[in-house]
């Protein structure tokens, strides 16, 4: 039986890790203002960068 | 500057590029040079932004804040999941898909019924999305003719209906080339991409010039916002919308694979699987880029315009006017043009072609007029189906436009269609994963979510339009409270597409669960199951085969080919196929059921896989094979595959057990005939002295007078030829030691120079005997290696006596050197003799090989003492080797490395 590609067990993962990550309720906790931007402003888009970021490490290291 | 006529003018000369784009595409494809790389596939999945991103966004931003970027996180997460992607495609291509409903009618057993019901509440879904991209081109030209204060009117017709008509044009060419739909429309997918390209461009250009030149930044904006109460609010999540902003992510999560231009671009247009590992973060990338600004254009609108002073549809185009820059709004009108057109392109092509195959088709199929028209090439008659019905798409949005184009902001349209192709999802998942779903479970699953959606989502917007009464939203269907449109069985609370999503997610998987489990599948219907669910193990040579039985006969099939394909392209496909079966050609070739399923693909690239069953079956007799005996076949082709794979698996450790055997006889047969040359060499060289003692002896033993001073130099030969005997004996005794790895060793620490100044006293005699100068420049305490004394000693007199054989009596100097560097000791022993030329550099390493002309000269030396050497320093890790060139002397450099310092 031919092994489950590796890869795109990986970039699953990360998609399972990106939903608790961008809803609720870990969504609410961020709150004021980090240097003058609102945190969630802030948050949301610092995560959504991560997550593209490791999705691409993962993609690029090898092939699909 | 802004006339009406330069408005014009500028759409007309950017489609005209977009349109050479797709030429020059097009021409590259035809010529085998794709030009669909990775990044392009990836920009062109940005057709996902249309005008409503474009624009809409902003105006989302000014009253939802956050909110809107729901829609791209979703499909960020959904694409990560690259495994059921992957799948689609690969059952696509398995398959010859070339739409959405062909892949849900292809896998519940082809059917027709499916394939209409997926187009219909397709199109019905999506028309008004459509509709709200001819709304955002208008709006968008009206802004900009507003600030000119001028309009373009053509015989009387408005700007929206030309650009209606400019889009169904483009279309038309690009969409409806070739017949086979499978076939990909790789200058459409590079026009796209570049469009994507430009959206981006003209949407960031806006956004750095509001946010930069119009407010002092980030900060500056958020901080001014922050001020006012009512901007305030958008800065900050509504934990009390927790439920509306799941809903948005899932929902859009299903939108970027179900609706019908992403599947089409997805899917249908994929060119390499492997592209995929690039669109997984580049397209997410792009849609966090073109986010970024989305609020800060949105608050800079509210700040800038007041709260009441402008459409926050069109903040994207009347900020830059606002500050004069009419280049910008110029570009930024063309981004806009961008998003709208691409997405009208690939939806109105992805639509007519399920439009064609799935609507008109089977019902032409069923008609007596193509029954009496039997023998007319159809493939003409298609395509022109397939122009009318984007004809007719467009025409249906621009009509859609004209009666709700005020009723609705564009985010609301967006949504309701999302909503409707998010009812393909049980159908579609379940497909894919689980084999049970069936038919009649997929038929009811999508009427009951499609019920639902109308009634709760679709019809509600009407009535709002003022379309129809609005009584069943207020008060319930015939009053009854309980059936309040937006919140059915009084589920309140939430907003009308999270209601729609809820209720509808919940009926579609309940009917197709409950109605799978309660029936049973046809034959077809079972096999197609089993080639979607497992397609990466289907092993399709042993069971496509089987699952076929009946009698066909191959003029007919080729007949039908040549009406639906056309005769030329169903020639060239025919002789593809006679090709991969190595045949001469079609007429060769039996009508077995390779070569009916051969002509059943390529009728579903052309007319779609129901249509193409149906066809294939009027021509040939099949015979029904019935549900136990397909599912025998099934499992045994399962079977059949895990014996093969053991067999492989077997046959390639035999064989890689013949190699390993082969290459020890090879390296057996090798050695035993270096034992054979040595053998030979060794009782060579030991006849030569013995024959001169023989010789010698003998005449001393015949002739009693000889005179003793003649005996005496006999003799003396005789001594000197036994002693090089026995050193030749010792030396060959020494040399089958080391090899056989016998040899005895003494290992510690050994002063070199030590060894080196002992061996040069020891031969001190030799190079005075023959006047040859010994010059050494000796450490007194020389660096410790790890070594055997005596056997380095044995290599530093082989390489001195080397030496002074060579060199000339009388003139001849040799140089010895001493040094240790980088872990290593080097001792050098340099003479300037007549030298080695670069072959003997190498040759008098080997055994009995000497310098200098052995032909002629008298042999001095006995052709191991180099050999013997090179072992004795490689055994301790050294190298020794020579560098000479003729006439230059020779260097002999050894090295040994130094003991590594502990720690």
Known sequence: ?64 | MLSGWFIALLATGYLGLLFAVARFGDARADAGKSIISANVYALSLAVYCTSWTFYGSVGRATSGGLSFLTIYIGPTLMLLCVGVIIKMIRISKAQRITSIADFIASRYGKSQLLAGMVTVIAVIGVVPYIALQLKAMAASVDVLLQHSGSSVEVWGLDSTFLIAVILALFSILFGTRHLDATERHEGMVAAVAFESVVKIIAFMAVGIFVTYGMFGGLGDLFQRAAASADMERLLHLDSGRAGTWTALIILSGLAIIFLPRQFQIIVVENVDESHLKRAVWLFPLYLLLINIFVLPLALGGLLHFGAQGANPDTFVLTLPLARGAEALALLAFIGGLSAATGMVIVETIALSTMVCNDLVMPWLLHSTWLQAEKRQDLSGLLIGIRRAAIALILLLGYIYFRLAGEAYALVGIGLISFTAVAQFAPAMFGGMYWKQGTRAGAVAGLLAGFVVWLYTLLLPSFAKSGWMPSGFVEHGLFGLGWLKAQALFGLGGLDEISHCLWWSMLANMGAYVAVSLNSRPDAVEASQAERFVDVFRFDARNAEARLWRGKASPDALVGLLERFLGAARARQQLAAYALSRQAAGWRNLPADADFVQFAEAELAGAIGSASARVMVASVAQEEDLGLEEVLDILDEATQVRAHSRQLEAKQRELEAATNELREANERLRELDRMKDDFISTVTHELRTPLTSIRALSEMLHEDPRLDLADRSRFLGIIVNEAERLTRLINQILDMAKMESGRAEWTTGAVDLGEVVRESMASLEHLFREKGVALAGDIPASGPVVQADRDRLTQVMINLLSNAVKFVPGGAGRVQVGLSSAAGLVRVEVHDNGPGLTAEECNVIFEKFRQGGNTMTDKPQGTGLGLPISRQIVEYFGGNLWVESEPGAGANFIFTVPLPVPEE
Do not use: D
């Open chain 1, 1 to 64: 039986m031919k092994r489950a590609n590796p890869i795109r067990q990986r970039l699953a993962a990360l998609s399972l890790l990106g939903v608790p990550l961008l809803t609720y309720p870990l969504l609410s906790l961020p709150s004021g203002t980090w240097g003058g931007i609102p945190a969630t402003y802030l948050y949301l888009f610092g995560v959504w960068a991560g997550l593209i970021a490791l999705a691409a490490w993962v993609a690029e290291r090898r092939g699909i």
